[in-house]
């Protein structure tokens, strides 16, 4: 049992990391929403936006407080330690930062134009999915260059606030059921969608010996995760698409995947899950976070509405209607619940033992 003292030295350290963090993205998106602002003020040929209705920012304010006091209460009962997040030297931030504004002019001028097809082209039409060659976010190069995967995690985080890692270490939890008592040398987790490898590092950090496999589209995504998770031993990268996990039958005890649903049209959604299904062995756990969906939160219903028609995100208006449970029902994984995140929430599935 931890003593007061000790109690005290966690809180202080888990302060310490996170909160300058969050002041550092809450500014980075105070100063993006001014400019965007003021680029649609000169811009007198843009046409009106559609605006959501307004939202009461004391309550946004106060679910991330609770997301935080979340993540230190998993913190405080040993699931997992004080956090690191990697985010890298104050000139990696101050770059990243730079790389971030660099591109908002952009993003703004494909947003006004609603270009979200530049990365489909004759080199890359074919080699992968159609729905994947997408400027989602209006960002440039979508998901396949080093430089969109050098801004990604910025854009999340100025996105939510600085939240998006909190809201990814909410996995771990039930991870942590499901691995209570077992020899973490001899279990196998894979990672599908896993991006730059911000999960994966969470994961590594609750359980160092876990050997992990990451799966993602993009080889740029897959170049920034291997250079971000080479701290850690027993972690593999592949280059796949979750619709055809490159393994065989019943190979791993855990899969999770953060923040990719919602990216895929409906019936890439029922393939993966049916995927997820074939890959995890008997008693294994799915578990995914992603959007809060329709209704979950009904005070964040308008902005959920909203988020599609701003960001370019085409699958997102069917992803908050899907109905998971049903969806995992018919491919033998039972639902076990869902706990929501701020805007996020974490679903969990077990298949049979």
Same mark, same amino acid.
């Given at each position: 049992?931890?003593?007061?003292?000790?109690?005290?030295?966690?809180?202080?350290?888990?302060?310490?990391?996170?909160?300058?963090?969050?002041? #550092? /993205?809450? +500014?980075?998106?105070?100063?993006?929403?001014?400019?965007?602002?003021?680029?649609?003020?000169?811009?007198?040929?843009?046409?009106?936006?559609?605006?959501?209705?307004?939202?009461?920012?004391?309550?946004?304010?106060?679910?991330?407080?609770?997301?935080?006091?979340?993540?230190?209460?998993?913190?405080?009962? +040993?699931?997992?330690?004080?956090?690191?997040?990697?985010?890298?030297?104050?000139?990696?931030?101050?770059?990243?930062?730079?790389?971030?504004?660099?591109?908002?002019?952009?993003?703004?001028?494909?947003?006004?134009?609603?270009?979200?097809?530049?990365?489909? $082209? =004759?080199?890359?039409?074919?080699?992968?999915?159609? /729905?994947?060659?997408?400027?989602?976010?209006?960002? $440039?190069? +979508?998901?396949?260059?080093?430089?969109?995967?050098?801004?990604?995690?910025?854009?999340?985080?100025?996105?939510?606030?600085?939240?998006?890692?909190?809201?990814?270490?909410?996995?771990?939890?039930?991870?942590?059921?499901?691995?209570? +008592?077992?020899?973490?040398?001899?279990?196998?987790?894979?990672?599908?969608?896993?991006?730059?490898?911000?999960?994966?590092?969470?994961?590594?950090?609750? #359980?160092?010996?876990?050997?992990?496999?990451?799966?993602?589209?993009?080889?740029?995504?897959?170049?920034?995760?291997?250079?971000?998770?080479?701290? #850690?031993?027993?972690?593999?990268?592949?280059?796949?698409?979750?619709?055809?996990?490159?393994?065989?039958?019943? $190979?791993?005890?855990?899969?999770?995947?953060?923040?990719?649903?919602?990216?895929?049209?409906?019936?890439?959604?029922?393939?993966?899950?049916?995927?997820?299904?074939?890959?995890?062995?008997?008693?294994?756990?799915?578990?995914?976070?992603?959007?809060?969906?329709?209704?979950?939160?009904?005070?964040?219903?308008?902005?959920?509405?909203?988020?599609?028609?701003?960001?370019? =995100?085409?699958?997102?208006? $069917?992803?908050?209607?899907?109905?998971?449970?049903?969806?995992?029902?018919?491919?033998?994984?039972?639902?076990?619940?869902?706990?929501?995140?701020?805007?996020?929430?974490?679903?969990?599935?077990?298949?049979?033992?």
């Amino acid at each position: 049992m931890s003593t007061p003292l000790a109690r005290l030295g966690t809180r202080v350290a888990y302060a310490a990391t996170q909160l300058p963090r969050l002041a #550092w /993205y809450v +500014g980075h998106s105070y100063l993006t929403q001014r400019l965007a602002q003021a680029a649609r003020g000169q811009d007198a040929a843009a046409p009106p936006q559609r605006r959501a209705r307004p939202f009461d920012q004391r309550r946004l304010y106060a679910d991330m407080t609770e997301l935080l006091a979340q993540d230190l209460a998993n913190v405080e009962a +040993g699931i997992y330690p004080v956090p690191a997040d990697h985010d890298g030297s104050p000139a990696t931030l101050l770059r990243r930062s730079w790389l971030f504004f660099a591109d908002l002019p952009d993003v703004e001028a494909r947003r006004r134009r609603n270009a979200s097809r530049e990365v489909l $082209s =004759e080199q890359t039409r074919g080699r992968r999915p159609d /729905y994947y060659l997408r400027n989602f976010h209006f960002q $440039s190069g +979508g998901w396949l260059t080093q430089e969109s995967a050098d801004r990604y995690d910025t854009q999340v985080e100025v996105l939510f606030k600085g939240t998006a890692n909190a809201m990814r270490r909410q996995a771990l939890p039930p991870l942590h059921e499901a691995f209570a +008592g077992r020899d973490q040398r001899g279990l196998r987790l894979l990672d599908i969608g896993c991006g730059t490898g911000r999960l994966l590092d969470f994961i590594k950090q609750a #359980w160092p010996r876990l050997p992990v496999t990451g799966l993602d589209l993009s080889e740029a995504y897959l170049c920034h995760a291997r250079r971000h998770l080479r701290r #850690w031993s027993r972690v593999g990268l592949v280059v796949g698409n979750a619709e055809a996990i490159p393994a065989p039958a019943e $190979s791993f005890d855990a899969i999770t995947s953060t923040f990719m649903l919602h990216e895929l049209p409906p019936d890439a959604r029922r393939t993966v899950i049916g995927e997820c299904a074939r890959v995890l062995r008997p008693g294994g756990r799915l578990v995914l976070v992603d959007s809060l969906q329709r209704g979950d939160e009904p005070d964040y219903d308008a902005l959920l509405e909203h988020f599609p028609q701003h960001y370019h =995100e085409p699958y997102f208006a $069917s992803y908050i209607g899907e109905n998971f449970p049903a969806i995992a029902r018919a491919r033998d994984l039972a639902h076990r619940r869902d706990e929501k995140a701020f805007v996020s929430k974490v679903m969990v599935f077990d298949k049979a033992a």
